[in-house]
C-alpha cells in the first residue's frame, strides 16, 4: 500500500498523535503494519469501520490460525494493537461520522474472548528452538537468520536491510552490528559470528547480505514464509520471528542480563523490555538444560 493510498484509509494527524507514545521504532512498525493491514482487508478507512467489518477481519484471522498461517498469540496482539489505537482514535476526539461508529472501539469486545499470554506467550521454547534449527540446517542462509535472531536480537526488517561485511564493527570485547534506525550497536555473541562468517564466504555479493533466488533483497514476507515451512518440517507450532527474537531477551533475563543491557541489545527501552523477565520461560530453560541446549548455537 503506497504512501498516498495509505493516507486515504489512515488519518495522519491522529496516527502522528498516536505514535509519539513510542520509544521504539519496532513497536512504531508492528502497530502501523496491523493498522495497514486492517485497513486493506477490510477496504475502508480506519475511523469508518464498523462492527461489521471488525467481524470480517477477526473471521479472516481466524482462519488463519486454523490454517497455521499465525498463532492465536499473534491474533491476540493484532487486536490489541487495533483496540489500542481505536481507542485513542475516540478519546482524541479526532474522527466524526454521522452514522455513529466513528471512533468507537470495536475490537476490545473480541479480546476478552482470546488466549491470554501464557508463561511462555511470545517466545519460542528452547526444545523447539532446537527442532527448528535442526529443520533449517540444509539452508545456511536461513540458519544463519534464525542465529540473528535468536542468539542477537535483530529483526527481520533489521536482517533485510543488512548489506554486507561493512555492517559489522570489531571491538576489543567482540563483533557488533550496525542495523539501520538503532541508537546503539548490536553485540553479535562469538557462535553467532562463526555462523555468519561461514556464510559470508558461501554468499553471492549481492547489494544486500541476505536475498531471494533472484539476488533481490528479502522482505519481512519472506521470513515470514521461510519460519512457516520450517516450522512445518520441524513439527513444531507456527512461530513467527517476532517470537524467536523475543526469546534473544527472555535467555538474556534468564542469565542474569539487567534491564539496561538486555535493553540495548533488542534496541528497546527499559521499561519495554521488562515483560520478558517471563519465571515460567526460565523455569522451562532449566527443565531442558541438561538434555539441549542451543543457548549456544553451533554451525549446522
Excluded at 508492528?30 to 477490510?42: A, N, Q, T
Excluded at 477496504?43 to 477481519?57: N, S
Excluded at 514476507?221 to 521461510?226: A, L, Q
Amino acid at each position: 500500500m503506497s504512501q498516498n493510498l495509505v493516507s486515504q484509509f489512515v488519518n495522519m494527524e491522529t496516527w502522528n498523535l498516536f505514535r509519539k507514545r513510542f520509544k521504539s521504532p519496532v513497536t512504531e512498525a508492528s502497530y502501523w503494519s496491523d493498522i495497514r493491514e486492517f485497513c486493506h482487508i477490510v477496504g475502508k478507512p480506519f475511523e469508518k469501520a464498523d462492527g461489521e467489518d471488525v467481524k470480517m477481519y477477526y473471521e479472516r484471522m481466524t482462519g488463519r490460525v486454523e490454517r497455521r498461517e499465525i498463532s492465536s498469540i499473534t491474533l491476540t496482539k493484532k487486536f490489541r494493537e487495533l483496540h489500542s489505537f481505536a481507542a485513542f482514535s475516540s478519546e482524541a476526539s479526532l474522527s466524526s461520522d454521522a452514522s455513529g461508529n466513528a471512533g468507537h472501539d470495536c475490537f476490545y469486545p473480541y479480546l476478552r474472548n482470546m488466549v491470554k499470554e501464557s508463561p511462555l506467550a511470545d517466545s519460542v521454547p528452547v526444545e523447539h528452538m532446537d527442532r527448528l534449527l535442526r529443520a533449517a540446517s540444509d539452508d545456511l542462509m536461513a540458519y544463519t537468520i534464525l542465529t540473528l535472531m535468536y542468539r542477537a536480537g535483530l529483526t527481520s526488517t533489521e536482517i533485510s536491510d543488512l548489506r554486507g561485511e561493512k555492517d559489522f564493527i570489531e571491538y576489543r570485547d567482540g563483533i557488533y552490528a550496525s542495523p539501520a534506525g538503532r541508537k546503539d550497536p548490536c553485540f553479535i555473541p562469538e557462535d553467532a559470528w562463526k555462523i555468519l562468517e561461514e556464510y559470508m564466504r558461501e554468499r553471492c555479493v549481492h547489494d544486500t547480505l541476505f536475498y531471494n533466488r533472484s539476488g533481490r533483497p528479502l522482505n519481512t514476507m519472506y521470513i515470514s514464509r521461510m519460519m512457516k515451512k520450517y516450522c512445518t518440517q520441524a513439527g513444531i507450532p507456527p512461530y513467527s520471528a517476532q517470537d524467536v527474537r523475543n526469546s534473544c531477551a527472555f535467555n538474556l533475563f534468564s542469565y542474569g542480563a539487567t534491564d539496561e543491557q538486555t535493553a540495548r541489545q533488542m534496541g528497546r527501552t527499559k521499561q519495554q523490555i521488562r515483560r520478558y523477565r517471563g519465571a515460567g520461560y526460565r523455569q522451562n530453560l532449566q527443565k531442558h538444560a541438561a538434555d539441549l541446549v542451543k543457548i549456544r548455537i553451533e554451525k549446522p
